[in-house]
């Protein structure tokens, strides 16, 4: 069956250091793939999606792009601040389908 | 605009009792998740719903039942509390989800059963 796999965590970072947290997938058909938060004491909210391979999201400074030849959807930003300590997970919705799979979750700590 | 409304935030259980997690959305969303969360683990899904009158079991459904009498409604219940039924649980829905659409999440209800 489809499923997410992303890098173990915590991952513990100084403020400015680059972040990359990995993810693969294994899915049929052409899944849309998603980046989720979560901030301390709250539920999850979409940081950003790609819906069709090549295509890169982006927001708040976050970048990832939908390699289907490595079945990978990589999460980047170039200079994380203290405010992005937060779980992150990455998911993946099948053509047609309407149940979201949610990979463990990569726990960011980034220090001043 | 709320949203996806979850209640209560906390609460503690004996083993053996039963208690049923409101969840709520006004935004008019078919589809509709209970996902349970485990310490450092990732979200596993209860049951779900595909639009009012329709529920379905998901990967972890034991010990939980659901209904959805109305489309803004989709209450949670657990019947004989289990230690193991300790954790976080979060509510989401999504109007079209085959789009590719955005999940929306309530802010969770912290569960304890000792």
């Known amino acids: 069956g489809d499923s997410v796999t992303q890098m173990e965590g915590p991952v513990t970072l100084s403020e400015e250091a680059f972040l990359t947290i990995n993810c693969t997938y294994t899915?049929?058909?052409?899944?849309?793939l998603f980046w989720y938060v979560q901030y301390p004491g709250e539920g999850l909210q979409l940081l950003l999606k790609?819906?069709?391979?090549?295509d890169k999201g982006s927001n708040k400074g976050f970048e990832a792009t939908y390699r289907k030849e490595t079945t990978s959807f990589h999460l980047e930003k170039g200079s994380v601040q203290v405010s992005d300590s937060a779980v992150y997970f990455c998911?993946?919705?099948?053509?047609?389908?309407?149940?979201?799979?949610f990979g463990a979750g990569t726990r960011l700590f980034v220090k001043a | 605009n709320a949203g996806v409304t979850q209640t209560p935030k906390f609460r503690i259980l004996k083993i053996g009792q039963s208690m049923t997690l409101q969840c709520t959305q006004d935004?008019?969303?078919?589809?509709m998740y209970w996902y349970r969360q485990d310490p450092g683990m990732g979200l596993k899904l209860i049951y779900y719903?595909?639009?009012?009158?329709?529920?379905d079991k998901g990967e972890v459904p034991n010990g939980y039942n659901v209904s959805r009498s109305t489309t803004e409604d989709f209450p949670l219940r657990l019947e004989l509390a289990a230690p193991s039924q300790t954790s976080v649980y979060f509510c989401?829905?999504?109007?079209?989800?085959?789009?590719?659409?955005?999940?929306?999440f309530g802010e969770g209800s912290w569960l304890t059963v000792v």
């Open positions: 935004m008019n969303h078919n589809y």
């Open positions: 998911a993946l919705l099948n053509t047609g389908g309407f149940k979201t799979i």
């Open positions: 899915a049929t058909g052409y899944p849309s």
């Open positions: 790609a819906t069709k391979a090549d």
């Open positions: 719903s595909v639009g009012a009158g329709i529920t």
């Open positions: 989401a829905s999504t109007s079209v989800p085959q789009s590719g659409n955005t999940i929306y």
